[in-house]
């Protein structure tokens, strides 16, 4: 691949490319790079559990009394209820970079077709309205998912918010 070309071997449009590339054009390298920050660390570190593995200390603990089977029960409720939740935010994360992802490069697709249209046609507010509107579901959701399990949670830690201020802050659409 040339130098320059936002396009990898897999025929897919690169967000670090569109970051760099179009970082001046009223936050869209920003959002780009907020999105990228989701991918490679927060998804990451969201820890579904291989409950095999990481129950196999409690069953020890258990089976060789050092442990009563109410508290065993007890931690193996807990630790289960954790991984479901984990599960269960990491999916929406995933389908919240997904989808802000394929926006990104609809929007990077149409810019590159007609960068003078774009700005004037207003098609960058379409863009922040529909990662807006993308944000306000995805924290709508986390915050569900939190009130079923009982959690408290803090959508910041997870960046949504951010995206969110940012494809505010840039908005004509009201």
């Known amino acids: 691949m040339g130098h320059g070309n936002p396009v990898n071997q ?6 670090s490319h569109i970051a760099g590339t179009y970082n001046n054009h009223r936050g869209f390298g920003e959002l780009c790079r907020s ?4 991918e490679r660390y927060e998804l990451d570190h969201i820890v579904v559990p291989n409950y095999v593995q990481s129950n196999m ?4 603990k258990f089976l060789l009394n050092e442990m009563d089977e109410k508290n065993f029960k007890k931690n193996l409720h807990a630790r289960d209820k954790k991984g479901l939740y984990n599960a269960e935010i990491r999916q929406i ?29 207003k098609k960058m507010n379409d ?3 529909e990662i807006n509107d993308l944000s306000t579901y995805t924290i709508t ?10 959690y408290k949670v803090n959508t910041n830690v997870y960046n949504v918010a951010y995206i969110q201020k940012i494809s505010s802050k840039y908005r004509d659409w009201e």
């Open 10 to 15: 897999n025929r897919c449009v690169e967000l």
């Open 35 to 38: 999105f990228i920050h989701l």
């Open 57 to 60: 200390d409690l069953r020890k």
């Open 93 to 121: 994360l995933q389908m919240f970079y997904d989808v802000g992802k394929d926006i990104l490069i609809k929007a990077y697709r149409m810019y590159r077709e007609d960068a003078r249209s774009f700005a004037r046609d």
């Open 127 to 129: 863009i922040y309205k």
């Open 141 to 150: 959701q986390i915050n569900s998912l939190s009130e079923r399990f009982n």
